[in-house]
Protein backbone atom coordinates (compact mmCIF):
# COMPACT_ATOMS: atom_id res chain seq x y z
CA UNK A 1 0.00 0.00 0.00
CA UNK A 2 1.02 3.62 -1.03
CA UNK A 3 2.19 5.38 1.99
CA UNK A 4 0.70 9.05 2.99
CA UNK A 5 2.39 12.03 3.12
CA UNK A 6 2.29 12.04 7.05
CA UNK A 7 4.26 8.66 7.04
CA UNK A 8 7.04 9.73 4.43
CA UNK A 9 7.35 12.90 6.53
CA UNK A 10 7.66 11.06 9.87
CA UNK A 11 10.30 8.82 8.23
CA UNK A 12 12.25 11.31 6.12
CA UNK A 13 12.51 12.91 9.73
CA UNK A 14 13.38 9.70 11.92
CA UNK A 15 16.13 9.47 9.28
CA UNK A 16 17.56 12.87 9.29
CA UNK A 17 20.51 13.98 11.45
CA UNK A 18 20.24 17.22 10.48
CA UNK A 19 17.41 19.74 10.96
CA UNK A 20 15.32 20.14 7.67
CA UNK A 21 13.39 22.91 5.94
CA UNK A 22 9.78 22.18 4.31
CA UNK A 23 11.47 22.73 1.58
CA UNK A 24 13.98 19.87 1.73
CA UNK A 25 11.21 17.88 3.29
CA UNK A 26 9.24 18.34 0.20
CA UNK A 27 12.02 16.96 -1.99
CA UNK A 28 12.46 13.91 0.46
CA UNK A 29 8.71 12.74 0.39
CA UNK A 30 8.41 13.37 -3.26
CA UNK A 31 5.69 15.37 -3.15
CA UNK A 32 3.03 17.83 -5.26
CA UNK A 33 1.89 19.24 -1.83
CA UNK A 34 2.94 23.11 -1.73
CA UNK A 35 5.40 24.20 1.10
CA UNK A 36 1.73 25.63 2.76
CA UNK A 37 0.08 22.44 2.55
CA UNK A 38 2.71 20.54 3.48
CA UNK A 39 3.62 22.87 7.21
CA UNK A 40 -0.47 21.48 7.59
CA UNK A 41 0.85 18.33 7.36
CA UNK A 42 3.37 18.91 9.72
CA UNK A 43 0.91 20.02 12.51
CA UNK A 44 -0.81 16.64 11.89
CA UNK A 45 3.00 15.18 12.05
CA UNK A 46 3.58 16.79 15.13
CA UNK A 47 0.56 14.81 17.08
CA UNK A 48 1.12 11.93 15.29
CA UNK A 49 4.93 12.13 16.75
CA UNK A 50 3.44 12.85 20.43
CA UNK A 51 1.61 9.76 20.48
CA UNK A 52 4.72 7.80 19.19
CA UNK A 53 7.17 9.01 21.98
CA UNK A 54 8.81 11.93 20.28
CA UNK A 55 8.82 15.56 19.54
CA UNK A 56 8.92 17.61 16.73
CA UNK A 57 11.25 20.30 17.26
CA UNK A 58 11.91 23.50 15.50
CA UNK A 59 15.25 25.45 15.10
CA UNK A 60 13.64 28.93 15.06
CA UNK A 61 12.63 30.64 11.68
CA UNK A 62 15.52 34.09 11.63
CA UNK A 63 15.22 37.29 9.65
CA UNK A 64 18.30 37.44 7.79
CA UNK A 65 18.64 40.82 7.75
CA UNK A 66 18.75 41.81 11.44
CA UNK A 67 19.15 38.31 12.80
CA UNK A 68 15.76 38.39 14.83
CA UNK A 69 14.63 34.92 16.12
CA UNK A 70 11.22 33.24 16.05
CA UNK A 71 10.95 31.74 18.95
CA UNK A 72 7.98 32.21 20.31
CA UNK A 73 6.00 31.14 17.46
CA UNK A 74 3.03 28.74 18.44
CA UNK A 75 2.49 27.81 14.22
CA UNK A 76 5.26 26.02 12.23
CA UNK A 77 5.01 27.76 9.45
CA UNK A 78 7.40 30.27 7.97
CA UNK A 79 6.56 34.33 9.30
CA UNK A 80 6.13 36.46 6.75
CA UNK A 81 8.16 39.25 8.06
CA UNK A 82 10.12 40.65 10.78
CA UNK A 83 8.44 42.30 13.55
CA UNK A 84 11.48 44.19 14.55
CA UNK A 85 12.82 45.48 11.16
CA UNK A 86 9.75 44.64 8.55
CA UNK A 87 12.15 42.66 6.36
CA UNK A 88 10.64 39.99 4.38
CA UNK A 89 13.92 38.19 4.06
CA UNK A 90 13.31 35.52 6.34
CA UNK A 91 15.62 31.75 6.67
CA UNK A 92 12.89 29.05 7.34
CA UNK A 93 12.23 27.17 10.69
CA UNK A 94 13.64 23.88 10.52
CA UNK A 95 12.67 20.67 11.75
CA UNK A 96 13.94 17.40 13.64
CA UNK A 97 12.85 14.92 15.80
CA UNK A 98 13.75 13.88 19.37
CA UNK A 99 12.22 11.32 21.87
CA UNK A 100 9.98 12.85 24.39
CA UNK A 101 11.67 10.88 27.45
ZN1 LIG B 1 14.60 41.65 11.09
Known amino acids: MEETVRERLIKALLASSEPLTIYQLQALVETDLKPNELYDE??????????????????????????????????????????????????PPRFYVKPLY
Open 42 to 91: LEHVRKTLKRQGYRLDVVPATCKKCGYQFTDRERLKKPSRCPRCKSERID
